[in-house]
C-alpha cells in the first residue's frame, strides 16, 4: 500500500525540541522530493519545508529557517523533521507530503500522511 | 510571498447544486502551478487538481478547475453529500508555497 506514516509529536515546552518521522512505503521514495506542511488547530495549511531526492537542497519557510532542519534516509524510506527552539505558534499537526517525481509525474503533493500532532506549551 | 485570498469564507448550498469557489493570487503564479484540495474535519486534505485545471487521480469530473489570469476557479458541478468540507487552494510555482485560507462549503 503506497502511504506515508508520521511519529513523533507530542507535548514540548517552549524552547524545547522534538524531531518528526515520516515513514513511506509503497513506492520508490528515493524518486520524491518530500514536504512538510502544518496546520494548526481549526486553522489552514502551511507548508514549512522541503527536500530533494538525495537531500542535499532544502528550502524553508521563514518561521522555520535556522530552528527547523528536514532531512531523509534513502535506505529507511524516512523524512525527518527536527525542530529546535520550539514556539507555541510551531503548534498543529504536521504532514509528510509526497512531492514532486524526477520523471515529473504524478504530480506533487498527491500523497499525505495522517499526521502528527505538536503540542508546545508549558 | 505568494498571497492567495479565497472567497467566499463559507458557502452554504444545498445537494446537487452548483458550487463556485475562487481564489486569487496577489502576483503571477509560475506556471499556473495552482492546486485545489478538500479535507474533511480528522482528515489529511485530498489533492482535487493540479496545474489549475487537471484533475487528480480518482477525482469525479463534477471537480472543474479554471482561471483567468490571477484569479483561480474551482467548480463542483452538482454537489453531493460527501462534497460538503473545505477546499483549500496552494500555489506551488514559487517559493515559499503558500495556501489560501480556506473556503468551507456546508450544508444549507
Known amino acids: 500500500e503506497v502511504q506515508l506514516v508520521e511519529s513523533g509529536g507530542g507535548l514540548v515546552q517552549p524552547g524545547g525540541s522534538l524531531r518528526l518521522s515520516c515513514a513511506a512505503s509503497g513506492f520508490t521514495f528515493s524518486d520524491y522530493w518530500m514536504h512538510w506542511v502544518r496546520q494548526a488547530p481549526g486553522m489552514g495549511l502551511v507548508w514549512v519545508s522541503r527536500?530533494?531526492?538525495?537531500?542535499?537542497?532544502?528550502d524553508y519557510a521563514a518561521s522555520a529557517r535556522g530552528r527547523f532542519t528536514i532531512s531523509r534516509d534513502n535506505a529507511k524510506n524516512t523524512l525527518y523533521l527536527q525542530m529546535n527552539s520550539l514556539r507555541a505558534e510551531d503548534t498543529g499537526v504536521y504532514y509528510c507530503v509526497r512531492g514532486i517525481e524526477v520523471s515529473g509525474t504524478p504530480p506533487p503533493f498527491d500523497l499525505w500522511g495522517q499526521g502528527t500532532l505538536v503540542t508546545v506549551s508549558s | 510571498e505568494i498571497v492567495l485570498t479565497q472567497s467566499p469564507g463559507t458557502q452554504s448550498l444545498s445537494p446537487g447544486e452548483r458550487a463556485t469557489l475562487s481564489c486569487r493570487a496577489s502576483?503571477?503564479?509560475?506556471?499556473?502551478?495552482l492546486a485545489w484540495y478538500q479535507q474533511k474535519p480528522g482528515q489529511a486534505p485530498r489533492l482535487l487538481m493540479y496545474?489549475?485545471?487537471t484533475r487528480a487521480t480518482g477525482i469525479p469530473d463534477r471537480f472543474s478547475g479554471s482561471w483567468s489570469g490571477t484569479d483561480f476557479t474551482l467548480t463542483i458541478s452538482r454537489l453531493e453529500p460527501e462534497d460538503f468540507a473545505v477546499y483549500y487552494c496552494?500555489?506551488?510555482?514559487?517559493?515559499?508555497?503558500?495556501f489560501g485560507q480556506g473556503t468551507k462549503v456546508e450544508i444549507k
Open positions: 502576483q503571477s503564479v509560475t506556471s499556473n502551478y
Open positions: 496552494q500555489q506551488y510555482g514559487t517559493l515559499p508555497y503558500t
Open positions: 496545474v489549475a485545471s
Open positions: 527536500i530533494n531526492t538525495d537531500g542535499y537542497n532544502t
